[in-house]
T-cell receptor, first 115, second 115 residues
Framework: AQKVTQAQTEISVVEKEDVTLDCVYETRDTTYYLFWYKQPPSGELVFLIRRNSFDEQNEISGRYSWNFQKSTSSFNFTITASQVVDSAVYFCALSFFQGAQKLVFGQGTRLTINP | ETGVTQTPRHLVMGMTNKKSLKCEQHLGHNAMYWYKQSAKKPLELMFVYSLEERVENNSVPSRFSPECPNSSHLFLHLHTLQPEDSALYLC??????????????FGAGTRLSVL
């Protein structure tokens, strides 16, 4: 069965600190995709990144970076020099196909960046 | 603006009421989803429609009744709900059906309170 675990329920840091959000997943599929979404207070989930299981290259996008390690089934997300606007709930998700494309989400990490 | 619009944004209803949630997507997608987001729980997939046919019903109680009249619109009809049904209900759409996971775009959700 597919499962995503985000062990950090809440994180609070001061602005400009770096922060890493952890994501550990379980799947028996050899081909799968991992996602990170951001949910600001307005409610909608905003897509941040999609990574397939064959691409273990780390990715950097501005202040955001992702570390994908199949050996530890982890897909961690780091925000460098955090800003107050980064405050949100962040979800890691795993996709699989079972009659239709589906996403299984972790419980989310509430990130608060304090000025 | 993700291209997925949900109305109403907030809804308060009694346990004997009947109401409907509406979702509309302007992205030309042909798969649509309903998710439930309760406090301190991961997002739960409720229903999936692909090409206007329901392909998934994740053991959702019959007091929730989905309807997908066309590929752009999705409804969730509610009747005789329970207080534990209070949650944020999110709609999403994606390109589907496909074996390769396409990105799901989310609406801002309907915050439902059942009294």
């Amino acid at each position: 069965a597919q499962k995503v675990t985000q062990a950090q329920t809440e994180i609070s840091v001061v602005e400009k600190e770096d922060v890493t959000l952890d994501c550990v997943y379980e799947t028996r599929d050899t081909t799968y995709y991992l996602f990170w979404y951001k949910q600001p207070p307005s409610g909608e989930l905003v897509f941040l990144i999609r990574r397939n299981s064959f691409d273990e290259q780390n990715e950097i996008s501005g202040r955001y970076s992702w570390n994908f390690q199949k050996s530890t089934s982890s897909f961690n997300f780091t925000i460098t020099a955090s800003q107050v606007v980064d405050s949100a709930v962040y979800f890691c998700a795993l996709s699989f196909f079972q009659g239709a494309q589906k996403l299984v989400f972790g419980q989310g990490t509430r990130l608060t960046i304090n000025p | 603006e993700t291209g997925v619009t949900q109305t109403p944004r907030h809804l308060v209803m009694g346990m004997t009421n009947k109401k409907s949630l509406k979702c509309e997507q302007h992205l030309g997608h042909n798969a649509m989803y309903w998710y439930k987001q309760s406090a301190k729980k991961p997002l739960e997939l409720m229903f999936v429609y692909s090409l206007e046919e329901r392909v998934e019903n994740n053991s959702v109680p019959s007091r929730f009744s989905p309807e997908c009249p066309n590929s752009s619109h999705l409804f969730l009809h509610l009747h005789t709900l329970q207080p534990e049904d209070s949650a944020l209900y999110l709609c999403a759409s994606s390109q589907g059906p496909s074996l390769a996971p396409s990105l799901q775009y989310f609406g801002a959700g309907t915050r439902l309170s059942v009294l």
